[in-house]
């Protein structure tokens, strides 16, 4: 019964490595065309500066006067998965919505890695970023996984007493991969599957990972959030986790819920019969932008 018990495990560890890690992390023909793109090389590992044509170089220099906008985003993917083409789609729209410039590193992911080695490459690259930056707005971003990562990042660099960034906006994040929610089972969520969740977030940790805050960023201290946002569907498993945190911390995290809406809904705006999506992002341009809350 125990070998029958492993070898279910490495099975669903290899459907879960082989649904999430595949090779969408190919660029569309139109970024090379209407944008100025780099790929730089950061301790080994890419690192893509997506920004618009013309302007200065944001990875190298503290430029870029004509929007003043630095987005570092950290996207999904369970910690298994690479870019997808809808990540691309979105950074697409914020450029041409915001004329930010987005940072967005190729970060380590498991089962290859845990989170120290994700966190011992993306704690540098935060400091090398407002290094270089000096007055301009830092906006940290991120979507799922990588929205609990860029939490677990923000809540580190708090207590470095580092800079924080201006705002921080975190679509559908996970932000803990223990799943020990009971609201979790009630969630029809048609995305997710909470069984592979448990799985890549355990890996994730490592064997000593489930007590840091850098994996599950609930346990992390909150005396310094400011300017926090958080998007989340209720059709989303990792919305009971979000909404219970974002409440707790209601007068530092603001949260926009939406009814029915699923995983990433703020993602899937060229979807069709995406609910909430285009509002979602309606709503994340005018942070970015600062337009007033409604």
């Known amino acids: ?13 290899l459907l879960l490595y082989y649904e999430l890690r595949v090779a969408t992390s190919k660029l569309p023909k139109d970024v090379f065309r209407y944008y100025d793109f780099s790929q730089e090389k950061f301790m080994g590992r890419d690192i893509f500066v997506i920004k618009p044509l013309n302007h200065e170089d944001l990875y190298e220099t503290a430029g870029n006067e004509k929007s003043g906008k630095i987005i570092l985003y950290i ?18 729209d914020i450029i041409n919505d915001t004329k930010a410039t987005i940072i967005v590193p190729d970060y380590p992911l498991t089962p290859e890695n845990t989170y120290i080695e994700t966190f011992n490459m993306m704690q540098p690259l935060y400091e090398q ?6 007055d301009k ?13 860029a939490l677990a990042l923000y809540e580190q660099n708090a207590e470095l007493g580092n800079r924080l960034p201006n705002k921080t906006i975190l679509i559908s994040p996970w932000l803990d991969v223990r799943m020990e929610n009971p609201m979790i089972d009630n969630i029809d969520d048609p995305i997710l599957k909470k069984s592979l969740l448990k799985l890549s977030g355990k890996r994730y940790a490592g064997k000593k990972g489930m007590k840091s805050y850098l994996v599950n960023p609930v346990l992390g201290p909150t005396d310094k959030f400011k300017n926090i946002y958080f998007f989340s569907g209720t059709r989303d498993m990792l919305n009971p986790d979000a909404k219970e ?21 703020v993602l899937l705006k060229h979807k069709k019969k ?10 994340v341009v005018d942070i970015i932008l600062d337009k007033k809350e409604n």
Do not use: Q, R
Request: charged share 20%; net charge neutral.
């Open 1 to 13: 019964m125990l070998v029958a018990f492993f070898i279910l495990i490495i099975i669903l560890l």
């Open 75 to 92: 996207h999904g993917g369970s910690y298994v998965g690479e870019l997808e083409k809808y990540h691309w789609h979105f950074f697409k």
């Open 129 to 134: 970023i407002i290094k270089n930056m000096e």
């Open 137 to 149: 707005e830092f906006i940290l971003m991120g979507d799922s996984a990588g929205g609990g990562m």
């Open 245 to 265: 945190f974002a409440l707790k911390n209601k007068e530092k995290i603001t949260l926009h819920e939406y009814e029915n809406a699923v995983h990433n809904f």
């Open 274 to 283: 995406n609910i909430h999506a285009k509002e979602g992002y309606k709503k």
